[in-house]
């Protein structure tokens, strides 16, 4: 029987804190910074310039997600985002099942696509490339046979 072996990241907490407090109504300035593992990296490679070093959220895109997919996410067949779902981001950037480039803005700006099945629900991540940095855009998450982006 082959097990998958668990990995946690440093960041799940102080992504869910930073979540948990914006839920609560906090106005903070955010900025939080994500490790970058080789499959990232390896998969950004043909895309950036520069070498990736960084992939940041600041506290304006958890905003976006709690205000665009934290309610009624339901009635569109995904599921409601809840600040606990921040801990994942760490696993779906650095252990995605797949990762496209789905568009580049008029600014030369790249934007992915990075879905991670984690226990059944299929959690989808957008980041936009800046110089040598990537930032999380927004997240939903939805049954493994409906999601939809």
């Known amino acids: 029987m082959h097990m998958e072996v668990a990995v946690s990241y ?6 869910v804190g930073a ?16 490790d970058v593992g080789d499959k990232l990296l390896e998969a ?5 310039d520069d070498e990736l070093e960084l992939v940041f959220i ?18 569109r067949g995904q599921k409601s985002i809840t600040p606990e779902d921040f801990a994942c981001i760490p696993k779906v ?21 990075l879905q991670k099945d984690i226990n059944g629900i299929v959690y989808i991540v957008t980041i936009q490339r800046g110089k040598r940095k990537l930032q999380i855009k927004t997240m939903w998450k939805g049954n493994r046979s409906g999601a939809s982006c």
Do not use: Q, Y
Request: aromatic share 6%.
């Open 10 to 15: 440093p960041e799940e907490s102080i992504l």
């Open 19 to 34: 979540a948990e407090s914006i839920w609560e109504g906090s106005d903070a300035r955010v900025n939080i910074g994500i």
């Open 44 to 48: 950004m490679r043909p895309f950036l």
């Open 58 to 75: 600041t506290d304006s895109d958890i905003r976006h997600i709690k205000r665009k997919h934290g309610a009624a996410e339901e009635e």
């Open 93 to 113: 950037l650095n252990e995605f099942d797949t990762c496209e480039h789905t568009d580049t803005d008029k600014l030369g700006s790249k934007k992915f696509l």
